[in-house]
């Protein structure tokens, strides 16, 4: 953890870190922090989604654990992804290539922290899922998340889209940002509050290239 000066505009690295998380090599390891205060933690370990949290204070995580709901069971090659969104609840969105969705799921600040919601359906279909997932809370926005993800498509297939989830009823909708022969990859979602705008980036061709951008109305 590093803590910024704005005086000499450097970081410092705080005492005490840095500290140990988990003690596995993952592809990926994403964390974000819930309004109370806790740090949450997801990677992907020996084909499972795992999560893990702090206790007392940033120093101090408990003891990893798999995402306790049905289709956590993955592959090597996929990712999970950790967002903090109203002011009550985290979710977890994870890839999952054995039975090609993108999924997510629900944990309440409230609950114990192995309590989580049932598994909700972001995304499939045949090629329909890629370990690339990035995250975005939409503010004032009663609990929309959206994600960007990519997929496993060619040709005149989508590629890379928005997943958006509705707050209400917890479904997604997708909105299509380059299709296969746009050769985007690693797309990132962020999201312009004051502006209402939600914007995605990505760079094409795949094995790197120029970054785009494409812009729209949260409406």
Known sequence: RYSY??????YTQDAGFPVT???????TLVIDREPTGRLWATWVQGDRVYLNHTTTDDRTWATPFPLPVAGSTVTADDISSVIAFRDDRIGVMWSNQVDETMSFAVHLNSA????????EIAYSGPSSTDDHISLASVQGAGGRVLAAVKTGRSGAGVLNHLLDRNPTTGAWTSHTFGIGSDHHTRPIVAVDSQRQ????FA?????????YRKTAPLS
Request: proline share 3%.
């Open 5 to 10: 000066n704005s005086t000499t505009k450097t």
């Open 21 to 27: 998380i988990n003690d596995v090599r993952s592809e």
């Open 112 to 119: 114990a922290p192995g309590t989580w919601g049932a598994r």
């Open 197 to 200: 705008e939600v914007h995605m």
């Open 203 to 211: 760079t094409a061709g795949e094995s790197g290239g120029t970054i």
